[in-house]
């Protein structure tokens, strides 16, 4: 599986946008770009994923970079219930297993 | 929305002894994953399943085995339990045609005393 590499940890400030950043310079032509996120006492929750174009859901924007080789994941406002680990993932798109790394734990504060 | 659900969400063993887990996917949803989230840890991957045949295997145990039933929901069987087998173990299902996005309940916390 291509490696992802994250910061460990990251605050913002509450209603404030927050990029969590993602490296993956190995990664393959076929892999998707994932993101999921835990909160505290919770399982995973999806969150968005892409290709190759920037992306936007209710949730958050993903923002791929022309080569592909790193991603941002922005939360327009963070709340406090936006406070969890964030996991970048590769992923070929097909029915196959979620590779979690050590993600970023992100910290809201008011 | 009906989501992923997961029996018992808390379940507490000896030693030695075993355990199974329950998982029943998303309507609709034909494969399902197993993960184990030790204390502090990142959820790894342990097995998964579409269409009621195994399609991947990761770091599972010789001592634990699973299935998916025929109405789709799974099980996780666990025997000869260790204390290291202590964790949260969450199941996920997904659609295999929808770009492998995967959505878990809320988890087993299984307690190895």
């Known amino acids: 599986d291509a490696k992802t590499t994250q910061p460990n940890s990251m605050e913002s400030n509450e209603e404030e946008p927050v990029h969590l950043p993602c490296n993956h310079s190995?990664?393959?032509?076929?892999?998707?770009i994932h993101w999921y996120r835990q909160l505290p006492s919770q399982g995973p929750e999806y969150v968005i994923h892409?290709?190759?174009s920037n992306v936007n859901n209710r949730m958050a924007s993903l923002a791929i970079a022309e080569d592909r080789k790193s991603s941002t994941l922005i939360l327009h406002r963070a709340t406090l219930r936006d406070a969890a680990v964030y996991y970048c993932i590769l992923n070929t798109g097909t029915a196959s297993k979620l590779t979690f790394g050590t993600g970023t734990r992100l910290q809201v504060t008011l | 929305a009906a989501g992923v659900i997961q029996s018992p969400r808390h379940l507490i063993k000896e030693k030695r002894e075993t355990a199974t887990l329950k998982c029943y996917p998303i309507?609709?949803?034909?494969?399902v994953y197993w993960y184990q989230q030790g204390p502090g840890q990142d959820p790894q991957f342990l097995i998964s399943f579409y269409e009621k045949m195994q399609s991947d295997k990761g770091s599972i145990p010789d001592r634990f085995s699973a299935q998916q039933f025929s109405d789709y929901h799974s099980e996780l069987n666990m025997s000869s339990l260790e204390l290291g087998d202590s964790a949260l173990y969450f199941c996920?299902?997904?659609?295999?045609?929808?770009?492998?996005?995967?959505?878990f309940g809320a988890g087993t916390r299984l307690s190895v005393l």
């Open positions: 309507p609709r949803h034909d494969t």
């Open positions: 190995t990664i393959s032509g076929t892999d998707y």
């Open positions: 892409g290709l190759t």
């Open positions: 996920a299902s997904s659609f295999w045609g929808a770009k492998n996005i995967q959505y």
